[in-house]
C-alpha cells in the first residue's frame, strides 16, 4: 500500500509540475505579445512626438521669444519679459476705452475686444479680436521708447464675413 501512494503523490506531483510548465509557457508568451506590441506603440509615439517637436519648432522661427535677433533689440531696456509687457499693454486697450482704437470696425453687437495675441518680432504682433458674433485679426508694430512707453500703430485689418 505505502508502494501505491508513494506512486500516486509521484504521478500527482508530476501533473502539477507539467501543468506549470504549460500555464508558465503560455503567460511567458503573452507578456513576450504584450512587451513587443508596447514596444511597437513606444516607437509610434515617439515618432509622433519628434513630428509635434518640430512643429513646435516651426512655430516658434516667428514668435519673439525664439529669435535672438529680436531679443537683442531690447538689450538696452530695463524690462524683464519683453512679450509680457507688450501683451498686458495692448490686452489694457480692452479696459481703458468704450471703443478701442486699434480696432478699425464700429462696434456691431458689443464692442470688439482683443482675444489672442501673438507677438512676431520686435516689431510686429498679429491680433484676434471679436465682439462674440463677428471676428477678425489686426496687423500692429510697436515701438517701445526708452522710458519704456509703448506705442501701437495699425497697419493691417480682416473682419471675416458672417458666416449667417
Known sequence: MKKNIILYLFVFTALILIFQLVNSKKIFDDLQAKWSETKVRNENLKDSIFQLQDRIDEQNDFELEG?????????????ENISSYVKDQLYETNLLREKNDLIPYAAMDRTFLINKVKILNHRWIIAD?????????????????????????????FLYPNPD
Open 129 to 157: 479680436f471679436s465682439d462674440g458674433t463677428h471676428w477678425g485679426e489686426i496687423f500692429l508694430t510697436y515701438q517701445i521708447d526708452k522710458n519704456g512707453g509703448l506705442t501701437f500703430e495699425l497697419k493691417e485689418h
Open 67 to 79: 529669435n535672438e535677433y529680436a531679443l537683442r533689440y531690447f538689450e538696452n531696456l530695463s524690462l
